[in-house]
């Protein structure tokens, strides 16, 4: 089952957080969140289809996502978790670590967004920039 997510760039993407990525509905991003990979996000968790969520509560399930932005590619691989609650309205996050939160999508994921290859979040700077965050649960 596979499930995709529209995003923008924006001027502040950093990506160099060591532990997780994130993308968000909302439309400023600061300095700060450097996590943060995307901006003005189709979906937050709570908009994840149904049949995702009942697949990602499963702790055996395995996540792929990957990145598109160009011809720019990246991907990620994570697992589901029993305490995944999956309701935050705006956010979306996938963690290398087993922290669960509303915002949590996956955990123990393979990277972070310091592994993002610069020459897409270069393109990612560019709030003019589209991407495809795609989720494919097995």
């Not at 289809?49 to 996502?65: A, D, G, Q, R």
């Amino acid at each position: 089952m596979r499930f995709q997510i529209e995003f923008s760039g924006h001027k502040n993407i950093r990506s160099l957080h060591e532990k997780t990525i994130e993308i968000t509905k909302e439309s400023d991003l600061t300095t700060a969140g450097d996590c943060i990979i995307g901006v003005n996000a189709a979906s937050g968790c709570n908009d994840i289809p149904k049949e995702i969520k009942k697949k990602l509560k499963n702790h055996n399930s395995v996540v792929k996502f990957s990145i598109k932005v160009d011809n720019q590619s990246f991907e990620i691989i994570g697992k589901g978790h029993k305490d995944l609650v999956l309701s935050h309205p705006n956010d979306i996050v996938i963690r290398k670590s087993n922290f669960v939160c509303p915002r949590t999508l996956a955990v123990c994921c393979n990277k972070a967004s310091n592994s993002i290859p610069r020459k897409m979040i270069k393109l990612l700077q560019d709030p003019n920039s589209k991407g495809i965050f795609a989720i494919e649960v097995k």
